[in-house]
């Protein structure tokens, strides 16, 4: 009977020969998978809304550039909490990168075993090393492994970007603080004004000059501004709330926060609408997806192949109660394994089914941030730009407010009208105000807004996504 050996050797030698050959395939690119995910978009050459030529203002807080605003957006960079989640997603997106790469490596164990016979110190003595060597032929292992990494990838992305908004939201937060601290002084002189007009109303009546219509009237204006105070005071001690709880504080609305504005800042250049995929850390994340499901497709059909594994042995016995040979010492082995699955009922098949399933809604979730960037721009641009307009029509309603009230004031002096009418006037100045002031609180909040849809930071970035960014492929290291 003929011996097997040599034809076993031959088809070891076959199958490992292949490992140099069997390239694996590589995700689509940038410029694919925007075709891909998204067929019906028309990309214009510029935005559509009003926006500021010039490139995209990549780091710093611009005019909001104040110590304690810094001072507050770092602390919420330590302490808040759904960052720290996000932190512990990378950290475990690390770690399955590391037990990815090691497939691809040879594993090695260590045995050993001592013994003797009872009433006696004779025995055997037995120390192995074992090695196995799975050989990544059809790529199984390398597709695993580059999907671990494109994983870790899109979780560093996504902290990066979990970073920004958490920044956005305490600017955002701290505007909104001193918007309402703004608010509740100028309606706390509108309600003293009413109070005012109250009085003297009812001194009117009094004296049988006025009505007791003018009265009640006067008490419900009143009324109207002390239910404006008292909605606006709630909603300050609610934004101070809502700060504290993003720096991981107790929500006891005691922080303490800026009591005027910072500057207006000026138009912010807003780029190109090309450029923005390429810039937000969001996107390139869902890309980064996109090719983990990608590999993770093609690791499930590798795994449908043969499996080629490598073993080898190497040891030493020693005995006191048996004779041992001479060549008997050291002991090894070499040998190797061919696994191929033959029947599973279908599961191979489902799981690749799956993975391809999951590979298509990677592509639709890219499209559905990609769409949504886009919209977060053009919305902020076009609001900055009706928001600028309107304050420049509310600053001159303010200023024509004014300048009758000025008249009213010098019509009261030679005495053309009372006091009742003076202090109308000045409340028509200060509802003015209060629009203003909300105008350009939304104003300021929309400046940030745009400023992280560009993909603009308010903190610097972590090295390791910057260099995500720069190379969006990260490749595992491999034998």
Not at 429 to 453: I, P
Request: glycine share 8%.
């Amino acid at each position: 009977m003929a011996s097997l050996k040599p034809l076993s050797n031959g088809v070891f030698a076959a199958v490992i020969g292949l490992l140099a050959g069997c390239g694996l395939h590589t995700p689509p690119d940038s410029a694919q998978l925007r075709q891909d995910a998204l067929p019906n978009l028309h990309l214009p050459q510029q935005w559509k809304a009003p926006a500021q030529a010039g490139e995209v203002l990549s780091a710093g807080f611009g005019s909001f550039s104040q110590p304690a605003l810094e001072a507050l957006v770092h602390e919420a960079l330590i302490y808040n909490a759904d960052l720290r989640a996000a932190a512990a997603r990378v950290e475990q997106a690390a770690g399955y990168v590391t037990i990815a790469g090691a497939d691809l490596w040879p594993s090695l164990t260590g045995a050993a075993k001592g013994g003797g016979k009872w009433g006696g110190g004779d025995g055997m003595n037995t120390a192995v090393l074992a090695a196995s060597w799975e050989l990544d032929v059809w790529g199984r292992q390398r597709y695993g492994a580059h999907a671990a990494a494109d994983t870790y990838a899109s979780a560093q992305l996504d902290y990066a970007y979990a970073q920004q908004s958490l920044a956005a939201m305490v600017i955002r937060s701290w505007l909104l603080t001193i918007a309402s601290a703004q608010q509740e002084a100028v309606l706390t002189a509108m309600a003293q004004a009413a109070e005012q007009i109250v009085s003297l109303s009812q001194k009117r009546k009094d004296i049988g000059t006025g009505s007791e219509q003018d009265v009640v009237k006067a008490q419900a204006t009143l009324g109207e501004y002390r239910d404006a105070l008292r909605e606006v005071q709630f909603a300050r001690t609610q934004a101070l709330r809502a700060l504290e709880i993003l720096l991981g504080r107790y929500p006891a609305a005691e922080i303490l926060t800026a009591s005027h504005f910072p500057a207006m800042p000026a138009p912010a250049p807003a780029g190109l609408p090309s450029e923005l995929l390429e810039r937000r850390p969001d996107v390139v994340a869902a890309e980064r997806r996109v090719a983990a499901a990608f590999n993770q497709t093609e690791e499930a059909r590798a795994a449908r192949l043969p499996t080629l594994s490598l073993t080898a042995t190497f040891g030493a016995v020693s005995s006191d109660l048996i004779m041992l040979k001479s060549n008997s010492n050291p002991i090894g082995g070499l040998g190797g394994s061919l696994l191929w699955p033959l029947f599973n009922a279908g599961a191979l098949e489902a799981q690749v089914e799956i993975r391809n399933a999951q590979q298509k809604e990677a592509v639709a979730n890219y499209a559905v941030v990609g769409l949504r960037a886009f919209n977060e721009v053009e919305q902020a641009l076009a609001g900055e730009t009706a928001l600028r307009e309107r304050q420049v029509i509310l600053q001159q309603v303010m200023s024509d407010r004014q300048r009758s009230a000025d008249l009213s004031a010098v019509q009261y002096q030679v005495g053309r009208v009372d006091k009742r009418s003076v202090l109308k006037e000045q409340l028509s100045v200060e509802s003015a105000r209060l629009s203003l002031l909300q105008v350009q609180s939304e104003y300021l909040a929309q400046r940030v807004n745009l400023h992280l849809a560009l993909g603009g930071s308010f903190v610097t970035l972590p090295a390791s996504s910057e260099a995500v960014m720069a190379r969006k492929e990260e490749s595992p290291a491999s034998p």
